[in-house]
């Protein structure tokens, strides 16, 4: 089994910047590629940046040439690097490990707020 945890999270002014990191533990080796949802207060969950085993990457258009998502193998770590936050951004985000299976975290809240 995998488990994920997510770290990185808090409270940060517009114009800001955090780095969210995804750490796995258990069989590591299930995992292939790493992905950050994020869900705000009545929305859906949706997703934000992905990282595939080849580390090819792909962001929401909401967040692209702000965040910047990437893997440290060595860790079995991922982050997700967030740049120029804005308040929209605000949400529990959460890590999606994939591969043979798929696996979460339990969320990292993220606020921008002034």
């Known amino acids: 089994q995998v488990q994920l945890a997510e770290s990185g999270g808090g409270l940060v002014q517009p114009g800001g910047s955090l780095t969210l990191t995804c750490t796995a533990s258990?069989?590591?080796?299930?995992?292939?590629?790493m992905a950050w949802y994020r869900q705000a207060p009545g929305k859906q969950r949706e997703l934000v940046a992905l990282?595939?085993?080849?580390?090819?990457?792909n962001y929401a258009d909401s967040v692209k040439g702000r965040f910047n998502i990437s893997r440290n193998k060595a860790r079995n770590r991922w982050n997700l690097q967030m740049n120029n936050l804005k308040p929209e951004d605000k949400a529990v985000y959460y890590c999606n490990g994939r591969g043979r299976g798929e696996f979460w975290g339990q969320g990292t809240q993220v606020t921008v707020s002034s």
């Open positions: 258990g069989s590591t080796a299930l995992i292939y590629g």
């Open positions: 990282i595939t085993v080849n580390s090819n990457t």
